[in-house]
């Protein structure tokens, strides 16, 4: 939970906050902030969505308290 914790705030604060230190840095062409900013974030959310999904059915499964699947 943590480790996911840290991967939002560096994704939707820290990146934006530090938006005019990345923009020398080129990435596909595009300034880093931009990326980051625009796609870069919404694409570390979404595999961190599926991760943690992942995760939990693990834990749920470890205890016992699965949905049983058909």
């Not at 880093?32 to 943690?52: C, D, E, K, T």
Request: charged share 10%; proline share 3%; no cysteine.
């Amino acid at each position: 939970m943590v480790g996911h914790l840290i991967v939002w705030f560096v994704f939707s604060y820290l990146i934006h906050f530090l938006a005019d230190a990345l923009y020398p840095i080129n990435f596909l062409g595009w300034p880093l902030n931009y990326y980051m900013a625009a796609q870069g974030s919404l694409i570390v959310f979404v595999v961190q969505l599926f991760l943690f999904a992942k995760q939990q059915h693990a834990i749920d499964v470890k205890f016992g308290v699965a949905e049983q699947e058909e």
